[in-house]
């Protein structure tokens, strides 16, 4: 009597077996069944994660030869399934998640492999496993399936490696352009939109300097038709005033014996005593050129420049 008892623990399932044929799926806690040898309990452990690993060589879509180290973590869902679905699960699990990892790692490029695109092609791989199991009645619920390591084979690694640094570089150096064109195109544009005001500005300023020139012009014209005489006389001084104001005024004055004297004008009224510049002259023999100098006296403050050039020469 004591043998038809059975005590199942709380992360336990028991597949309860009546002369060899399944007969049901004991509970945790305290079950009744038959004594032996008419039933007999075999105990699966159902919340126990288990894990698998393996590492195979692949091939990518583009060709490529690549080692990936991978882990399955599965958990047995189904007693009955996981017991006797199949002959070994375990082996089962093995083949179908290397067939699984196979299939997303062929569907894509070396560069997807070892991209941040890994966690993604594992999730996929993941679902694949699972749907092979499903269809297999394995009774196994695949909880993780990662790639531990993604390499190349030793024989290609030293290539693998240079084409990896070559990667790298293409990728610093854009982001390096990236990073230039972000700071220089701003000041590009800034520099435009201040020569566009500048621009502005000058079209402005011009237009305005033109619309007054024609304002003045008309009422000179005006002003010509009912004085013309006067009107060109008051235009001529105006003209030699802006013109003699913006030059320096010279006062030549042809001495006795060829010399002649040069003095500054605009030197002389501001009281400025300055020397003499000397006169020059050449013989007719072609003799060496001689020069002369006079100075200025202090006391000709008084000197009127505008009376000397009202004087005639002599």
Do not use: C, H
């Not at 990236?178 to 000058?202: D, F, H, M, S, T």
């Amino acid at each position: 009597m004591m043998d038809s008892w059975q005590t199942i623990d709380e992360r336990e399932r028991g597949v309860v077996l009546r002369f060899g044929k399944f007969e049901r799926v004991m509970g945790s806690g305290l079950n009744m069944k038959w004594p032996r040898p008419i039933e007999t309990v075999e105990i699966v452990e159902t919340t126990r994660v288990r894990s698998d690993s393996a590492e195979v060589r692949m091939l990518t879509k583009d060709e490529a030869l690549v080692m990936v180290d991978f882990n399955v973590q599965y958990t047995a869902s189904d007693p009955y399934l996981f017991l006797y679905g199949g002959r070994t699960p375990e082996d089962t699990l093995r083949q179908t998640s290397e067939s699984a990892v196979r299939q997303v790692i062929g569907a894509s490029t070396l560069d997807d492999v070892f991209s941040e695109k890994r966690t993604e092609l594992a999730n996929t791989a993941k679902e694949e496993l699972q749907k092979t199991l499903e269809r297999y009645s394995t009774g196994i619920i695949v909880t993780e399936l990662n790639f531990q390591n993604l390499r190349p084979p030793a024989e290609v690694k030293e290539a693998f490696d240079d084409a990896i640094a070559a990667r790298e570089d293409n990728q610093r150096i854009k982001n390096e352009a990236e990073a230039y064109a972000q700071k220089i195109v701003p000041e590009a544009r800034g520099l435009a939109e201040r020569n566009k005001a500048l621009a502005e500005g000058e079209r402005q300023s011009a237009i305005a300097k033109s619309t007054g020139e024609s304002a003045r012009f008309t009422l000179l014209v005006e002003q010509y038709l009912k004085a013309p005489q006067v009107t060109r006389k008051r235009l001529f001084l105006e003209t030699m005033q802006d013109v003699l104001s913006r030059n320096p005024k010279v006062m030549v004055d042809a001495g006795s014996g060829n010399n002649v004297m040069v003095l500054p004008l605009d030197k002389l009224m501001q009281n400025v005593v300055l020397p003499v510049l000397p006169a020059l002259r050449e013989d007719g023999a072609g003799a060496a050129v001689t020069a002369t100098a006079r100075a200025v006296a202090p006391e000709r403050e008084a000197f009127d420049p505008m009376r000397v050039a009202r004087e005639p020469r002599q």
